[in-house]
């Protein structure tokens, strides 16, 4: 019951701690002491260790670990045509320390695509790995959740209809993109139907003027549309958070709101599910998941360094194989360990202990990763 395609047994949602090097010279080029070039070498340099690390972990899904973003959306989004990045007043907070206060929003027409920097970075990690290398973006939700109608300009785009379809074909433009380089594996970051799963996001989205239920269709279409060029060899997974900074978060509230939608009008190939907390609700909706669709579930918290039980791993599993078959399950980490560049509160030696549990319990589940 080994998967020779992505998401597998065991994976990873990507972000990994920045190491000590990689502070140290991020610092230095801030202060002005080192030039880019100086910066990239010991990215390269930290991207390969950890690289060398999730292969030994016995990880087949590799990523760069974000080593080269600030923030897991802001730094895709604002090199897109149209997108700027500023700093102004944050209006999801979360149930702690807040992230630097960087917003975005479109400052011209979408549906170009010019290029973006990730291209490269994913060319690097495809050149440095053995196994199944992965890209994760930003949902395209990203760019409109946060800020409303706020963030999209009438002058621009007096219809919304507008937006969201040369939205549409901006991201597919860029999934191509990918596509081209050799990307199989590619990750969507869907934090927002998410949030629309808790009722005080639901009441700030309605404060705005935006109806959180047409929100949730419109959003489905939007990532349809992100997709619909993806090549029939490139799997596309999705990633469910509540919010992960610092090792707090935003919202809380089980996926019943969206299940049947997230499941069955969108259509990704896999989703990597929050479930390390009672935050995001019990395994019921998974009875909404078809055949031939993954969850893959996050059941290893990489909030706090407290190792999890193999036995309690692995009778949540079971538990959740009451919902949806045990062929249609993975594991994994609930979220990245480094949405922003400050990544949780726990150490390097956690995480990776987390990682290769993770491996571990897969192996006893399902006789491999």
């Known amino acids: 019951m080994t998967r020779a395609i992505p998401p597998f047994r065991a994976d990873h949602v990507g972000s990994i701690l920045r190491s000590a090097p990689l502070k140290e010279a991020r610092i230095k080029r801030q202060k002005g002491e080192i030039d ?37 959306q802001i730094d895709f989004l604002e090199k897109l045509d149209g997108v700027e990045s500023y700093e102004g007043e944050r209006k999801v907070k979360f149930q702690g ?22 291209l490269d970075h994913f060319r690097f990690v495809k050149e440095h790995t053995k196994q199944t290398p992965k890209m994760s973006i930003p949902s395209p939700t990203s760019l409109h959740f ?91 997974s999705m990633h469910l958070c509540r919010g992960n900074f610092r090792s707090t978060h935003v919202a809380s509230g089980g996926y019943d709101p969206v299940a049947e939608v997230l499941f069955n009008k969108i259509g990704v ?20 998941l078809p055949k031939g669709k993954t969850v893959v579930l996050g059941l290893v918290t990489t909030k706090t360094g407290a190792l999890e039980s193999k036995d309690d791993l692995k009778r949540r599993i079971g538990e959740a194989a009451k919902f949806a078959p045990l062929d249609q399950l993975a594991l994994s980490p609930q979220c990245g360990f480094a949405s922003t560049e400050e990544g949780n509160v726990l150490v390097e030696e ?16 399902w006789g491999g990763v």
Not at 149 to 158: D, V
Not at 210 to 234: G, H, Q, R, V
Not at 269 to 288: I, K, N, T
Not at 350 to 365: Q, S, Y
């Open 97 to 118: 320390p807040q992230p630097r206060p960087v917003l975005l929003r479109v400052t011209d027409k979408l549906a170009r695509f010019s290029g973006h920097p990730m």
């Open 146 to 236: 946060r800020y409303g109608r706020e963030a999209i300009p009438a002058s621009i785009y007096p219809d919304m209809a507008e937006f969201y379809h040369d939205l549409g074909i901006t991201y597919r433009k860029a999934i191509k993109a990918f596509a081209d380089a050799g990307c199989k594996y590619i990750q969507i970051d869907e934090v927002n139907l998410a949030y629309l799963c808790d009722p005080a996001l639901r009441d700030q989205v309605k404060a705005r003027g935006d109806d959180p239920d047409a929100l949730l269709t419109t959003y489905a279409d939007l990532l349809n549309s992100a997709i619909a060029d993806a090549p029939a060899d490139m799997v596309v």
């Open 36 to 72: 880019a070039a100086a910066l990239r070498a010991v990215e390269d340099a930290e991207i390969v260790k950890i690289i060398r690390k999730q292969e030994d972990a016995g990880l087949k899904g590799i990523t760069d670990g974000e080593y080269r973003r600030a923030f897991w």
């Open 269 to 288: 190939h896999g989703y990597f599910m929050e479930y390390d907390s009672a935050r995001a609700g019990g395994f019921e909706p998974l009875r909404f």
């Open 350 to 365: 956690d995480m990776w202990a987390k990682l290769r549990l993770c491996v571990d319990v897969a192996t006893d589940v």
